[in-house]
């Protein structure tokens, strides 16, 4: 594995533990209280899901080199796939967790921040273009 690939599969793999940290956070109650600032701020709740999500959605297609498949004709990077993916399923799983609401409006904000950063992640060199499946 190339040192910058490499790079990238370390700064994913960051990631992951740090949004595992998150959630399993928002799961219990004894530590809901490190999210009680975000809700003071307006649609703060919202835009951490956009930035969580998103961020994960930009390392993803980075550490998978920007691979896409086409759907309806349209190129989908892979890694936003598989965030859109996740945010769905976390988002369910609330439904069954005490303490935790599902929020449509939540996995819109996901599903914004997945499509965006997402997106950005064409914008560096080791990310090929839509036109470049």
């Known amino acids: 594995m190339k040192p910058p690939q490499l790079k990238r599969k ?12 998150i959630i399993w956070c928002a799961d219990h109650a004894e530590t809901r209280f490190a999210f009680d600032w975000v809700r003071t701020l307006p649609g703060g709740d919202k835009l951490g899901h956009f930035l969580i999500l998103g961020g994960l959605a930009l390392t993803l297609n980075h550490a998978l080199n920007g691979r896409s498949f086409r759907m309806l004709g349209h190129p989908v990077l892979l890694g936003s796939a598989l965030a859109l993916a ?3 399923s976390e988002e369910c799983t609330q439904l069954w967790i005490l ?5 449509l409006a939540d996995l819109a904000a996901d599903a914004l921040g997945i499509w965006l950063l997402g997106q ?3 914008l560096t060199p080791c990310v090929p273009g839509p036109e470049e499946p």
Do not use: E, K, Q
Request: hydrophobic residues 65%.
């Open 86 to 88: 996740f945010a769905a």
């Open 120 to 122: 950005l992640a064409r």
């Open 99 to 103: 303490g935790r609401t599902f929020d």
């Open 10 to 21: 370390l700064l994913l793999a960051g990631y992951l533990a740090v949004l595992g940290l």
